[in-house]
């Protein structure tokens, strides 16, 4: 099963929106609606941010909205903060019993 | 409050075995699918295997597919990965997530890791 492709990067300045892009195929984000998106600060866990395509589990900002259409799944993080700055993964089920990590994206906050 | 505390990790060699577990609290442990995925040095996540919150179901990485074995013991709150053939593209954290399903879908709370590295 391939990873989903990230943009290696991605930057905003403070109070600014930023859109990182989540790519699959028919297998996978096409398929099903089981997307997620992940934070993970240098040394840190994970953190869940967006599960099924736009669900934000209790105490997540509405900062953060997820979207999907046709193959591609997008996080925004609107309103930038300092500590938005991290890698992001997205995640999506995929046929045969799979899941799918996508190869992650530095979100730098100028 | 979810936790999630793995062990077992350390140096093993090419072709040895390593047996991790996890401890989970704070949560009904039976009622959700738990997953492994692991993280290799500066690399992105790659999911490994999952279980069923019964237990009777199992879903492996083909990376790891015949080589690694994961089982839950439900009395005793513990997740397991059983890792034989170890290779060096094996070494990574390896996280222990719980599911937010009873069924495998996705991760939501995650462990702090331990690192397994397959040196000789």
């Known amino acids: 099963q391939s990873a989903l492709t990230q943009p290696p990067s991605a930057s905003g300045s403070p109070g600014q929106s930023v859109t990182i892009s989540c790519t699959g195929t028919s297998s996978d984000v096409g398929r099903y609606n089981f997307v997620s998106w992940y934070q993970q600060h240098p040394g840190k866990a994970p953190e869940l941010m967006i599960y099924?395509?736009?669900k934000r589990p209790s105490g997540v900002p509405d900062r953060f909205f997820g979207s999907k259409s046709g193959n591609t799944a997008s996080l925004t993080v609107s309103g930038l903060q300092a500590e938005d700055e991290a890698d992001y993964y997205c995640?999506?089920?995929?046929?045969?019993?799979?899941?799918?990590f996508g190869g992650g994206t530095k979100l730098t906050v100028l | 409050e979810v936790q999630l505390l793995e062990s077992g990790g350390g140096l093993v060699q090419p072709g040895g075995s390593l047996r991790l577990s996890c401890a989970a609290s704070?949560?009904?442990?039976?009622?959700?699918?738990m997953n492994w995925v692991r993280q290799a040095p500066g690399k992105g996540l790659e999911w490994v295997s999952a279980i069923s919150g019964g237990g009777g179901s199992t879903y492996y990485a083909d990376s790891v597919k015949g080589r690694f074995t994961i089982s839950r013991d439900n009395s005793k709150n513990t997740l397991y990965l059983q890792m034989n053939s170890l290779r060096a593209g094996d070494t990574a954290v390896y996280y222990c997530a719980k599911d937010y399903s009873s069924w495998f879908k996705a991760p939501d709370n995650w462990g702090q890791g331990t690192l397994v590295t397959v040196s000789s």
């Open positions: 995640s999506s089920y995929a046929v045969s019993n799979n899941l799918v």
């Open positions: 704070g949560f009904t442990f039976s009622s959700y699918a």
């Open positions: 099924e395509i736009s």
